[in-house]
């Protein structure tokens, strides 16, 4: 039975989920607990929220909003608002077929990502469904509407015609698994300054240090409306949004808590949230860098034609043409590790400054003349001449700062004024040798420590790379965080045996 209930801004902030407070009173009459999800509606807004019930802060007959909820969906103060309990669930009942090893029709996939994305299931009984990629793992025809689905849980926005772009739409994304994440803000800018439309939008850490969002989000602002990404796009051709800011696929926003709080990640769900996060932003025409090798998610060259394959056929089922960028890592793309280091190696690339790391502009190089040549912004074998151009005339810096003020930037930030911790430890090497390897799983390890992503100025530095020859007391790397005990944490995190392969 839906009670009718005066609502009262609660000035507490929840973050990504949506709390409401109820007198307990009014949750015994409703017949709800602590904790449950329930269906607030107000005019036509309907919203699954969990519950927190109280004898104190709200009176008999109100319902406090936290701030999330009043602020986005503009429900006043005193408005008659609806409580009721939502009805059961048909995903659910697709879940436990699921992990019964059954196969899903499109009705029940379609039925589970809507609720998902509306947060109606509990985050456990999300976890419920992140294990069925594992087993019993889904088909192809599975796969599509999962896609489809996590698509459509949301808005789906439309680039095409902006600024007499036509239909071409551009974008790259990574599968990730190596440490630095410097490429996308420097291959974005490389690419608009050639008048490619380019609406970029990417994820924070899940099992990496830093995610491209926790990088850029050291020099701008990542968390824009709807309204706001039209506007920048309009204005200079390209953005680089944090996804989670827009109500884009967000079946795939609740998927990935879950695989954030677990750590864990499988290969058909990085194929459905990265297809699926490109059709939201509409996307015609994609790069996906595919980075494998030793400490990678790729190790076993089996898993990267797979899912070199599986891209290629799903995006392709979407009307978006694809090409995939197969390359070999055994460390870091750049010297730095964790959100300012990181974005101090992309104005160093950007800035041409001497200490830039050479490797990783290398690697934009080749993307960039991949996409080019493959859209028809420059002839087969002139695409890497003509993004080392954009970057040597200083239009493709010109470019990242256009974007960075278009969504909220105040200034530009020069390279040398990112300043990582001002605690730091220095590494040095035990005995004489070569650095053959790198293992990312390792860096991982120490930059979480040291307090990355959530802390911006922790990280590592690495002063020595691949192939670099070293003699005993040389300097390996530097460990930066805030607090002495991040610091300890970081430094006994340290284990150079199975961090260097020599």
Same mark, same amino acid.
């Given at each position: 039975m839906a009670?009718?209930l005066?609502?009262?801004k609660?000035?507490?902030g929840a973050?990504?989920?949506?709390?409401i407070?109820?007198?307990?009173s009014?949750?015994?009459?409703?017949?709800?607990?602590?904790?449950?999800i329930?269906?607030?509606g107000?005019?036509d807004v309907?919203?699954?929220?969990?519950?927190?019930?109280?004898?104190?802060?709200?009176?008999?007959?109100?319902?406090?909003?936290?701030?999330e909820?009043?602020?986005?969906?503009h429900?006043?103060?005193?408005?008659?608002?609806m409580?009721?309990?939502?009805?059961a669930?048909?995903?659910?009942?697709?879940i436990?077929k699921?992990?019964?090893?059954?196969?899903?029709?499109?009705?029940?996939?379609?039925?589970?990502?809507e609720?998902?994305?509306?947060?109606?299931?509990?985050?456990?009984?999300v976890?419920f469904f992140v294990?069925?990629?594992?087993n019993p793992?889904?088909d192809n025809?599975?796969?599509?509407?999962?896609t489809?689905?996590?698509?459509g849980?949301?808005e789906?926005l439309?680039?095409?015609?902006?600024k007499n772009?036509k239909e071409?739409?551009?974008?790259?994304?990574?599968?990730?698994?190596t440490?630095?994440?410097?490429?996308?803000?420097?291959l974005?800018?490389i690419l608009?300054?050639?008048g490619l439309?380019i609406?970029?939008?990417?994820?924070r850490?899940?099992t990496s240090?830093?995610?491209?969002?926790d990088i850029?989000e050291?020099?701008?602002?990542?968390?824009? &409306?709807? /309204?706001? %990404?039209?506007?920048v796009?309009?204005k200079? =051709?390209?953005?680089? #949004?944090?996804?989670g800011?827009l109500? !884009?696929a967000p079946?795939?926003?609740e998927i990935?808590?879950?695989e954030?709080?677990?750590?864990?990640?499988?290969?058909?769900?990085?194929?459905?949230?990265?297809v699926?996060?490109?059709i939201?932003?509409?996307?015609t025409?994609?790069?996906?860098?595919l980075?494998y090798?030793?400490?990678s998610?790729?190790?076993?060259?089996?898993?990267?034609e797979?899912l070199?394959?599986?891209f290629e056929?799903l995006?392709?089922?979407?009307?978006i043409?694809?090409v &995939?960028? /197969?390359? %070999?890592v055994?460390g870091?793309?750049?010297n =730095?590790?964790?959100? #300012?280091?990181?974005?101090r190696?992309? !104005?160093?690339?950007?800035?041409r400054?001497e200490?830039r790391?050479?490797g990783?502009?290398?690697?934009v190089?080749?993307?960039?003349?991949?996409?080019?040549e493959h859209n028809?912004?420059?002839?087969?074998g002139?695409g890497?001449k003509?993004?080392?151009?954009?970057?040597?005339?200083?239009?493709?810096l010109?470019k990242?700062?256009?974007?960075?003020?278009?969504q909220?930037?105040?200034?530009?930030v020069?390279?040398?004024?990112?300043?990582?911790?001002?605690l730091?430890?220095e %590494?040095?090497?035990p005995?004489?040798?070569?650095?053959?390897y790198?293992?990312?799983?390792?860096?991982?390890?120490?930059?979480?420590?040291?307090g990355?992503?959530k802390?911006?100025?922790?990280g590592i530095?690495m002063?020595?790379?691949?192939?670099d020859?070293?003699k005993?007391g040389d300097l390996?790397?530097?460990?930066?965080?805030?607090t002495?005990?991040?610091?300890?944490d970081?430094?006994n995190?340290?284990?150079?045996?199975?961090?260097f392969e020599?």
């Open positions: 009670m009718y005066k609502s009262k609660i000035d507490l973050g990504k989920d949506l709390f407070v109820v007198h307990q009014d949750a015994d009459d409703l017949g709800i607990n602590e904790g449950e329930v269906l607030l107000y005019r309907e919203l699954y929220v969990k519950v927190i019930i109280t004898d104190t802060k709200v009176s008999i007959g109100e319902v406090g909003l936290y701030e909820i009043p602020e986005e969906y429900i006043p103060e005193g408005a008659k608002v409580i009721d309990i939502p009805n669930s048909k995903s659910l009942e697709a436990k699921k992990i019964s090893g059954h196969r899903l029709n499109e009705e029940e996939i379609l039925a589970i990502m609720d998902i994305g509306s947060r109606k299931l509990k985050e456990t009984e976890a294990s069925t990629f594992f793992g889904f025809d599975e796969i599509k509407w999962m489809k689905g996590m698509a849980s949301g789906i439309d680039f095409k015609y902006i772009n071409l739409v551009v974008d790259k994304h990574s599968i990730g698994g440490a630095g994440k410097g490429i996308t803000p420097i974005v800018p608009a300054a050639t439309v609406p970029n939008s990417s994820t850490a899940i240090p830093a995610g491209t969002t850029l050291t020099v701008m602002p990542v968390s824009v &409306t709807k /309204k706001k %990404v039209y506007e796009v309009a200079v =051709g390209a953005c680089m #949004i944090w996804g800011s109500y !884009l079946a795939d926003d990935i808590n879950v954030r709080s677990l750590k864990i990640q499988e290969f058909q769900k990085v194929l459905v949230s990265i699926a996060k490109k939201a932003m509409g996307v025409s994609v790069l996906i860098d980075p090798g030793k400490g998610k790729l190790e076993r060259p089996d898993d990267l797979f070199s394959r599986e056929k995006f392709d089922q979407f009307g043409k694809c &995939t960028f /197969k390359r %070999v055994k870091p793309d750049g =730095g590790v964790g959100p #300012i280091l990181e974005m190696d992309c !104005l160093r690339v950007l800035e400054d200490k790391p050479l990783m502009e290398e690697t190089v080749a993307m960039a003349s991949e996409i080019f028809g912004k420059a002839k087969k002139e890497k003509l993004a080392r151009e954009l970057l040597d005339s200083g239009k493709a010109k990242f700062w256009e974007i960075a003020k278009a909220g930037a105040k200034s530009e020069k390279a040398a004024d990112l300043e990582p911790g001002t730091k430890h %590494v040095v090497a005995k004489d040798f070569e650095i053959k790198i293992c990312t799983r390792e860096i991982v390890e120490i930059a979480r420590a040291l990355t992503p802390i911006k100025e922790a530095y002063e020595k790379m691949v192939g020859k070293v005993k390996l790397m530097t460990l930066y965080a805030t002495q005990d991040r610091l300890e970081g430094i995190a340290v284990d150079l045996k199975e961090l020599i």
